[in-house]
């Protein structure tokens, strides 16, 4: 007996989770804010550690994400630093 399939309309968990997993974590990345107030940070998201941990943020929301990276942008720019 192999595995059975259960049919109907209750997912095995929450669609939020199954919308951001499959549909918004795939299309983060540079080009994402091409324009606006993000756009010259997105430089910062070619950096593995720095792109993980957008990822991670994005998970929950990708409004703070992006917002968290802002900062990250503000910081070290006025700091004269890297990530």
């Not at 795939?26 to 324009?35: F, H, I, Y």
């Not at 993980?52 to 943020?57: G, Q, S």
């Amino acid at each position: 007996m192999g595995k059975v399939k259960v049919g109907g309309s209750n997912p095995p968990r929450p669609i939020t989770f199954w919308v951001q997993s499959h549909y918004m974590i795939r299309d983060l990345g540079p080009k994402m804010a091409k324009k606006g107030r993000g756009s010259r940070f997105t430089k910062l998201l070619e950096d593995n550690e720095v792109r993980r941990w957008y990822e991670n943020n994005a998970r929950g929301s990708v409004v703070t994400a992006d917002v968290y990276l802002r900062r990250l942008g503000n910081l070290c720019e006025g700091q004269e630093l890297t990530p």
